[in-house]
């Protein structure tokens, strides 16, 4: 099932990050808990995993862009 990932909520004041470094690209797959990409926030360089395993399909927040919480980063199949 395809399934797209947002930018994750890490702390109450947090607004917006930066997608530092990709850890996959599209067509590799990953397992629950590995790392898929690293972001940061003004107060924090932090690692994202994987919520379950799957396949990366697609990436929609590029190394370098700084999105709001809630947008969607990748796409995944589960």
């Given at each position: 099932m395809k399934v797209s990932l947002k930018l994750p909520l890490f702390?109450?004041?947090?607004?917006?990050?930066?997608?530092?470094?990709?850890?996959?690209?599209?067509?590799?797959?990953?397992?629950?808990?590995?790392?898929?990409?690293?972001?940061?926030?003004?107060?924090?360089?932090?690692?994202?995993?994987?919520?379950c395993d799957g396949t990366l399909l697609e990436i929609a927040a590029a190394e370098g862009s700084t999105i709001p919480v809630g947008a969607a980063v990748c796409?995944?199949?589960?």
């Open positions: 702390g109450m004041n947090m607004e917006e990050a930066t997608v530092v470094k990709w850890h996959r690209q599209p067509g590799e797959s990953f397992r629950k808990g590995e790392p898929l990409y690293e972001i940061e926030t003004e107060k924090v360089t932090q690692e994202v995993e994987a919520p796409s995944i199949e589960t």
